[in-house]
């Protein structure tokens, strides 16, 4: 059953102006330690965040509320995370569980853990707003997630990871970059001089922890923020 919004007090970090059904929500006046909770509007703008989401993403509520949470959501998880969402709203789930990468406004630190995402219903069948709960599984400075501003990768350096990631020999690729054998060997070794890894298989390992590839597609694909 998806969560019903009521009209109570609440003590949590509010905008200054809320708005939507999730006013008021009586779980956002919980204050766990480590666990972040908000509520978006159908569009998933942030109308109320507690305290702890604020201060893991280092901004005061006044300035996160009014922000759209994809906005705060790294690219390599953002496809899957928003067809989840979308879901969610249209109607055809009340709630899931998932794994999220996050990161601040400024992009200086990264949040990565697990989100919960509730179907919030008013007076109407229609959902009125979505209840989160996030909390992290790493300490910021132990994540290792790049900024989605930083480019790492050439074009034909990403059309190699996105090789080796679905299992491509170095002749197949060479055929389908119209390169040497010797050419892609010197991609590949540029690539695990990039990524501090000493082989094939931990370059794309540490592709996936970095966020350099996109979590929930097939074939492989980089996240296109990070190809200069």
């Known amino acids: 059953m998806a969560v019903t919004a009521s009209t109570g007090p609440a003590r ?12 008021g929500i009586p ?3 919980l204050q766990q330690p480590g666990l972040c909770m908000a509520s978006l509007d159908p569009d ?19 300035e996160v509320c009014g922000l759209n949470f994809r906005d705060l959501v790294h690219p390599s998880v953002k496809q899957p995370l928003l067809r989840q969402f979308s879901g969610l709203i249209e109607g055809k789930r009340q709630l899931f569980d998932t794994h999220v990468v996050a990161v601040r406004p400024e992009e200086s630190a990264a949040f990565v853990g697990s989100l919960t995402a ?10 009125s707003a979505v209840l989160i709960f996030m909390r992290a599984s790493e300490k910021a400075e132990d994540v290792n997630v790049l900024p989605a501003r930083k480019k790492l990768l050439s074009d034909i350096d990403a059309r190699i990871l996105e090789g ?24 590949v070794t540029g690539l695990l001089r990039k990524l ?12 996936y ?7 929930g597609t097939w074939p492989p694909k980089v996240v296109q923020d990070f190809v200069k």
């Open 118 to 127: 509730a179907a919030v219903s008013g007076d109407s069948p229609q959902v």
């Open 209 to 215: 922890s970095m966020g350099v590839l996109n979590v």
């Open 196 to 207: 501090r890894v000493p082989n094939r298989a931990a370059l794309v390992s540490r592709a």
């Open 12 to 23: 949590s970090t509010t905008c200054a102006q809320p708005s939507g059904g999730a006013d």
């Open 27 to 29: 779980l956002l006046q």
């Open 164 to 187: 080796i990631a679905a299992g491509l020999s170095t002749i197949h690729l060479a055929s389908r970059l119209y390169l040497s054998r010797q050419g892609v060997e010197y991609h």
């Open 44 to 62: 998933l703008v942030i109308q109320q965040t507690n305290r702890e989401f604020s201060r893991q993403f280092g901004t005061p509520s006044a």
